[in-house]
């Protein structure tokens, strides 16, 4: 069964407009962590921003924000004001097990374009 | 900055050919994992090691193996190259439970 579910392989979003991309996990774990991560074009995976399962507030590193919903079990990620080279493709990933032994799943990825 | 590297961005093999991915970290992590990445699959754990000398089978380890003789070296070896291990190939390094940095990759094309 799928861990980390994106169901949305490709969005479109206009220069300076705000888009959410979507992401639910799966977990029996009590313990866990939500990631996003930033493809671009060239290959390298960028950190962008780390949800704890036991956060209170939602995590938020610039433009970037995670809304996270437990209950629902959904982490999204929010950007805000929009720029051309935010066009890239977005992973999340959940990491899992004991601390000190973690493995990273990922989601099967969005693929961004921002329009001009 | 921690420094993940891969010491092959572009490799083209041919079919039956041993293979071997080097992976190489500079800041002393006991973890580290090698993913492919494929268009519509998202990337898909191979092997990870907690420490040296230590390896796990990740979600796809069939048609792979990897050795960690030292703590900063992580490779990934197949033994028989096939066409359906043309991927792009992902190594990543950390110690935290906030995340881990990747390499920049390596693009395998077996002909």
């Known amino acids: 069964a799928q861990k980390i579910t994106q169901t949305q392989p490709g969005m479109f979003v206009q220069e300076k407009e705000a888009v959410t991309l979507d992401c639910t996990y799966d977990t029996s774990d009590p313990s866990y962590g939500l990631f996003w991560y930033k493809q671009p074009s060239s290959g390298e995976m960028i950190f962008l921003i780390y949800?704890?399962?036991?956060?209170?507030q939602n995590a938020t590193e610039g433009r970037y924000s995670l809304n996270f919903q437990k209950a629902r079990k959904s982490a999204n990620l929010v950007i805000s004001a929009s720029q051309l080279g935010d066009s890239a493709m977005y992973f999340c990933a959940m990491r899992e097990g004991p601390k000190g032994t973690y493995k990273y799943i990922f989601g099967t990825g969005t693929r961004l374009k921002v329009l001009a | 900055d921690v420094k993940v590297t891969q010491s092959s961005r572009y490799l083209v093999k041919r079919t039956g050919e041993k293979v071997f991915l080097e992976c190489v970290q500079d800041?002393?992590?006991?973890?580290m994992f090698w993913y492919r990445q494929d268009p519509g699959l998202g990337l898909r754990l191979i092997y990870f090691?907690?420490?040296?000398?230590?390896?796990e089978k990740g979600d796809i380890p069939e048609g792979y193996s990897v050795s960690r003789e030292k703590k900063e070296r992580f490779s990934l070896i197949l033994e028989s190259a096939s066409t359906n291990q043309t991927s792009m190939y992902l190594c990543?390094?950390?110690?935290?439970?906030?995340?881990?940095?990747f390499g920049s990759g390596t693009r395998l094309t077996v002909v």
């Open positions: 800041m002393d992590h006991e973890n």
């Open positions: 090691s907690y420490d040296v000398k230590m390896k």
């Open positions: 949800q704890g399962s036991y956060d209170q």
């Open positions: 990543a390094s950390g110690h935290s439970e906030d995340g881990y940095t």
